[in-house]
């Protein structure tokens, strides 16, 4: 998948969110955190950190992330 085009997004179900508007949150959120990460990176890098330990922190704090909102698959 090209890391640049918009994702597709899913439902629990495995079934693709067909909302236009739904979908349109979901990549400004996307392209929001990804330009983010990407910022921070940078910084990182300037500040003399290790790219491999700073994308581990970055996994650890998506792998890490709860919510209190249940799934549905509306």
């Known amino acids: 998948m090209d890391r640049n085009a918009e994702q597709v997004w899913l439902k629990p179900s495995g079934a693709p969110v067909s909302c236009v508007e739904k979908i349109k949150v979901l990549n ?8 983010l990460a990407h910022d921070a990176l ?16 970055l996994h650890d704090m998506i792998d890490g992330l709860t919510s209190s909102i249940a799934e549905s698959d509306e």
Do not use: H, M, P, V
Request: hydrophobic letters at 40%.
């Open 42 to 57: 940078e910084d990182a890098l300037i500040l003399g950190c290790s790219t491999e330990q700073f994308r581990q922190i």
């Open 28 to 35: 400004e959120n996307y392209a929001e955190l990804k330009a």
